[in-house]
């Protein structure tokens, strides 16, 4: 089974920076693609950014520039370095898996972490 636990969420205020982590536990021989969305109190969860396991990344156009995702394939963890924050990127931040082998051969299409909460005070 795949556990994925967030970490690095806080209150911040506008143009302040933070560093969220998520670490991927299990059996895991590869993974396909981590990333992190968010979802707003009243909104739908979107997409923030996503690395593929050959490094393709996709931002959301609101964040370019001020976020960067990274990974570390030999930990399982993935990072989302957030800059310049703005009262708008209020919102649980959820790590998402997608892809991951096991050592067992099974292979799950998705997964979702518990979230971390990040708040930006103007």
């Known amino acids: 089974q795949v556990q994925l636990v967030e970490s690095g969420g806080d209150l911040v205020l506008a143009g302040g920076s933070l560093r969220l982590s998520c670490v991927a536990s299990g059996s895991i021989l590869s993974i396909g693609s981590m990333g992190w969305y968010r979802q707003a109190p009243g909104k739908q969860r979107e997409l923030v950014a996503a690395?593929?396991?050959?490094?393709?990344?996709d931002y959301a156009n609101s964040v370019k520039g001020r976020f960067t995702i990274s990974r570390d394939n030999a930990k399982n963890t993935a990072y989302l370095q957030m800059k310049d924050l703005k009262p708008e990127d209020t919102a649980v931040y959820y790590c998402?898996?997608?892809?991951?082998?096991?050592?067992?051969?099974?292979?799950?299409?998705?997964?979702w972490g518990q979230g971390t909460l990040v708040t930006v005070s103007s």
């Open positions: 998402n898996v997608k892809r991951a082998l096991m050592t067992s051969g099974y292979r799950y299409l998705e997964v």
């Open positions: 690395m593929s396991s050959g490094s393709d990344i």
